[in-house]
């Protein structure tokens, strides 16, 4: 398991390249809520998301162990993440993307001068693929959670909200393989234990949820949920262990309840978020939280969301 040091060893190796992100408020929705509402701004990273933290931390790692080239699998923020990073080392990058990736995710992509290579429809295609160019190039494949550099990247997330809110009761995250949960866990439990940690999934993919309540890793059929970032199937076999030792609680969320705190943080907090960000904003919004009256950070993991879904949540489709 990832400890407290590695997350502090993270936040070092990655300061010169992802931000210290703000805070936000909304009285409104504190009002709502019935506890002090205070979000934490990923969608203002670098790249669009916190996946940003993990990936410089990891692809560091594989530049310091020598690697001269990385590949990841993914057309989301975490492709984004890697190509961006090793745009700053230097370190070229191939990023497989599924074969109806948007024009606009393979197009972010390369704007960071990464390679994009297109190869079948599902992960189970693109991951051997990808590990593949990356042993043809002498390099190293970057996972999107299940890895011990990017946890602690991830996790660096939980330091910041400790130095930047006093007295904070409880945080609140998102979950889709439990990369970002299992960092923050670790960083908030092993230094102050007393602050509650609640994840967040949509009950449409509610993989680390069932586990959690069987107490083993089980995995869930293909999700439709608009949250994309939240889509895996299952937890990972390093994030879950964690999830089990230290998480607090977990709360679901209905598609319909993501639209209407997506619309929320648009049209009252000015703020451009994506579904899988907005999950937090629900849980807030929709009484699920297990408390009132406490001090309460929301992680907005990302605002990468194309104008087209956009118009649609707004839409009410
Ligand atoms: C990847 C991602 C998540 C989920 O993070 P995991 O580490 O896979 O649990 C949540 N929100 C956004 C915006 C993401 O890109």
């Known amino acids: 398991m990832i400890t407290l040091q590695d997350i502090q060893a993270a936040k070092r190796s990655i300061a010169d390249i992802a931000y210290v992100t703000p805070l936000l408020q909304s009285e409104q929705l504190s009002r709502i809520c019935g506890n002090q509402i205070i979000l934490k701004a990923e ?37 984004q993440a890697v190509a961006y990073t090793a745009n700053r080392l230097g370190i070229p990058a191939t990023i497989v993307v599924p074969e109806d990736a948007t024009l606009c995710k393979v197009n972010a992509i390369k704007a960071y001068n990464g390679k994009v290579e297109t190869c079948g ?111 895996t199937s299952q937890p990972g076999d390093l994030t879950f262990p964690i999830v089990m030792k230290y998480i607090d609680d977990i709360v679901l969320i209905s598609e319909e309840e993501i639209r209407q705190a997506f619309c929320f943080v648009m049209e009252r907090m000015k703020q451009m978020i994506e579904p899988s960000s907005a999950t937090t ?30 118009a649609r949540m707004i839409g009410g489709e």
């Open 43 to 79: 969608h203002l990273q670098k790249t669009g998301s916190f996946k940003i933290r993990g990936a410089a931390n990891r692809v560091k790692q594989a530049a310091a162990e020598g690697a001269k080239y990385v590949t990841a699998a993914s057309s989301g923020n975490h492709g």
């Open 121 to 231: 429809m599902t992960s189970a295609e693109r991951i051997p693929r990808a590990k593949e160019i990356a042993l043809q190039e002498g390099g190293v494949y970057i996972p999107p959670y299940d890895d011990p550099f990017i946890m602690a990247g991830q996790g660096t997330i939980g330091l910041e909200i400790l130095e930047q809110v006093d007295d904070v009761d409880a945080v609140i995250v998102p979950i889709g393989g439990g990369g970002l949960i299992s960092g923050i866990l670790t960083a908030i439990k092993e230094s102050r234990p007393r602050v509650q940690v609640i994840g967040v999934e949509p009950a449409l993919a509610n993989d680390t949820y069932l586990s959690r309540q069987r107490g083993q890793i089980t995995s869930i059929p293909a999700s439709s949920t608009i949250a994309d970032g939240l889509r």
């Open 281 to 310: 904003v629900a849980a807030a919004m929709f009484g699920k939280l297990p408390f009132t009256g406490k001090k309460v950070v929301t992680v907005i993991s990302g605002g990468n969301v194309d104008l087209e879904q956009a």
